[in-house]
Nanobody
Framework: QVQLVESGGGLVHPAGPVTVSCVSS????????MGWFRQAPGKQRELVAQ???????TYADSVQGRFIITRDNAKKTVYLQMNSLKPEDTAVYFC???????????WGQGTQVTVSS
């Protein structure tokens, strides 16, 4: 059974940094591209950052230069460090594991990040 479990969200200060983590089980972690998506109320889910896929490491334009995605294959964990947060970064952040260009996709349950001073 595949599980992706996020942690580290909550109420965060705009200055940051805050790091959300996603621990996986049930997959060969190193074979998967790992990504972070987010969904704000009333909006579609959007890609924030991805690491390990065919395109290497990619970021949404809106977070480029502020967020950093990393992975630890030994710990089967992917991280998203968020800096210089903005109110529009408030969303539920979802961990995603994608294999073979998305032929297999797994999702975590999400973790809420609320930016407030």
């Amino acid at each position: 059974q595949v599980q992706l479990v996020e942690s580290g969200g909550g109420l965060v200060h705009p200055a940051g940094p805050v790091t959300v983590s996603c621990v996986s089980s049930g997959i060969i972690f190193s074979d998967y591209a790992m990504g972070w998506f987010r969904q704000a109320p009333g909006k579609q889910r959007e890609l924030v950052a991805q690491i390990g896929g065919e395109k290497g490491t990619t970021y949404a334009d809106s977070v480029q230069g502020r967020f950093i995605i990393t992975r630890d294959n030994a710990k089967k964990t992917v991280y998203l460090q968020m800096n210089s947060l903005k109110p529009e970064d408030t969303a539920v952040y979802f961990c995603n594991a994608a294999w073979a260009g998305g032929r297999l996709n797994y999702w975590g349950q999400g973790t809420q990040v609320t930016v407030s001073s």
